[in-house]
């Protein structure tokens, strides 16, 4: 078999896939494995994650352990935030001998270039967190650090769940305005009042990480006019556009025809009040700015980011 011109990665915190592809992008095996984790695993770790991928595809293909499979390696995976990350992995990928060459970023890339036409573009992550990059027609990049609170970032679905909460236990104690969500998230959780939840989270009988279930809630709950519900979803629409706009703006884009990807599960969920309240801002803001919602895997982009990549050669 003749080598493959890009082995692409695209490494999320739930899951990682592993495509080999040829230089028509033709993808020849992809497969998924564990998750890409290396604030959990360390860089070592969540690479030989990765290399299990590497493994199945050369099983598959029927192709030897001790040679490169690609001309590129291309890896799209979180926990490359900093540049000093990017750095490490780089070398960690390299140092595995899979292809000639070896490029990695951060995955939402690939999220952008699956969810794109062309090699530039914008997008905006919100799914167990919030994040957003950006690609210029010239390659200037925009990106930002996205780790949480300590970054700036507010949103994704924990985010979300965790400030209905908040909203749910004031409405009960007097501090905060009447909501439905006072009754409709201790019942979530099988309480009878908002006082009991806080004490079963207080003593681990209920976990906190369990916040992001509520999303769904917030939106079924808005959609009854919840003023409180309402307000979060669009705090929600306020952050996905505030990410766009910053990038937008950093990389002089405000006023092109720029393709604004919108990805992650609570994205994806098409929340008609969310969705209405972004294209509206997006309307006065960057009217000529199109928004997708990408239903195509990363994975895709990861391969077309490498393709991209060699063609510059």
Same mark, same amino acid.
């Given at each position: 078999?003749?080598? @493959? $011109?890009?082995?692409?990665?695209?490494?999320?915190?739930?899951?990682?896939?592993?495509?080999?592809?040829?230089?028509?992008?033709?993808?020849?095996?992809?497969?998924?494995?564990?998750?890409?984790?290396?604030?959990?695993?360390?860089?070592?770790?969540?690479?030989?994650?990765?290399?299990?991928?590497?493994?199945?595809?050369?099983?598959?293909?029927?192709?030897?352990?001790?040679?490169?499979?690609?001309?590129?390696?291309? @890896?799209?995976?979180?926990?490359?935030?900093?540049?000093?990350?990017?750095?490490?992995?780089?070398?960690?990928?390299?140092?595995?001998?899979?292809?000639?060459?070896?490029?990695?970023?951060?995955?939402?890339? $690939?999220?952008?270039?699956?969810?794109?036409?062309?090699?530039?573009?914008?997008?905006?992550?919100?799914?167990?967190?919030?994040?957003?990059?950006?690609?210029?027609?010239?390659?200037?990049?925009?990106?930002?650090?996205?780790?949480?609170?300590?970054?700036?970032?507010?949103?994704?679905?924990?985010?979300?769940?965790?400030?209905?909460?908040?909203?749910?236990?004031?409405?009960?104690?007097?501090?905060?305005?009447?909501?439905?969500?006072?009754?409709?998230?201790?019942?979530?959780?099988?309480?009878?009042?908002?006082?009991?939840?806080?004490?079963?989270?207080?003593?681990?009988?209920?976990?906190?990480?369990?916040?992001?279930?509520?999303?769904?809630?917030?939106?079924?709950?808005?959609?009854?006019?919840?003023?409180? $519900?309402?307000?979060?979803?669009?705090?929600?629409?306020?952050?996905?556009?505030?990410?766009?706009?910053?990038?937008?703006?950093?990389?002089?884009?405000?006023?092109?025809?720029?393709?604004?990807?919108?990805?992650?599960?609570?994205?994806?969920?098409?929340?008609?009040?969310?969705?209405?309240?972004?294209?509206?801002?997006?309307?006065?803001?960057?009217?000529?700015?199109?928004?997708?919602?990408?239903?195509?895997?990363?994975?895709?982009?990861?391969?077309?980011?490498?393709?991209?990549?060699?063609?510059?050669?």
């Amino acid at each position: 078999m003749t080598r @493959a $011109a890009v082995l692409a990665i695209d490494g999320g915190n739930s899951k990682t896939e592993v495509a080999l592809a040829a230089a028509d992008g033709t993808v020849l095996a992809c497969v998924q494995v564990g998750g890409f984790t290396p604030h959990l695993d360390g860089m070592a770790g969540a690479v030989s994650v990765a290399g299990q991928g590497v493994a199945l595809i050369r099983a598959e293909l029927g192709l030897a352990a001790d040679e490169p499979l690609a001309e590129l390696l291309a @890896a799209y995976v979180a926990g490359a935030d900093f540049p000093v990350e990017v750095e490490a992995l780089t070398a960690e990928f390299a140092a595995r001998g899979w292809a000639e060459r070896t490029i990695v970023d951060n995955d939402s890339f $690939a999220l952008m270039r699956s969810g794109t036409s062309r090699p530039w573009g914008v997008a905006v992550v919100c799914g167990a967190g919030m994040n957003c990059v950006g690609i210029a027609p010239d390659g200037r990049h925009a990106r930002f650090p996205a780790i949480g609170t300590v970054s700036g970032d507010w949103g994704g679905g924990p985010g979300i769940g965790e400030t209905a909460h908040w909203f749910a236990v004031r409405a009960e104690d007097g501090r905060g305005a009447p909501t439905v969500l006072r009754k409709a998230v201790a019942e979530y959780f099988g309480c009878a009042s908002m006082a009991e939840l806080v004490e079963s989270i207080h003593f681990g009988r209920i976990a906190d990480d369990r916040f992001g279930e509520l999303a769904p809630l917030v939106f079924e709950v808005a959609g009854l006019g919840d003023e409180v $519900a309402l307000s979060i979803v669009e705090r929600l629409a306020d952050e996905v556009c505030a990410f766009a706009f910053a990038a937008m703006g950093r990389l002089d884009l405000m006023d092109a025809e720029v393709e604004v990807v919108l990805g992650g599960g609570v994205l994806r969920a098409r929340q008609p009040l969310l969705t209405a309240g972004i294209e509206r801002r997006f309307a006065a803001r960057a009217p000529k700015a199109v928004l997708t919602l990408t239903t195509d895997r990363p994975i895709q982009g990861a391969v077309l980011l490498g393709l991209d990549e060699l063609a510059r050669r």
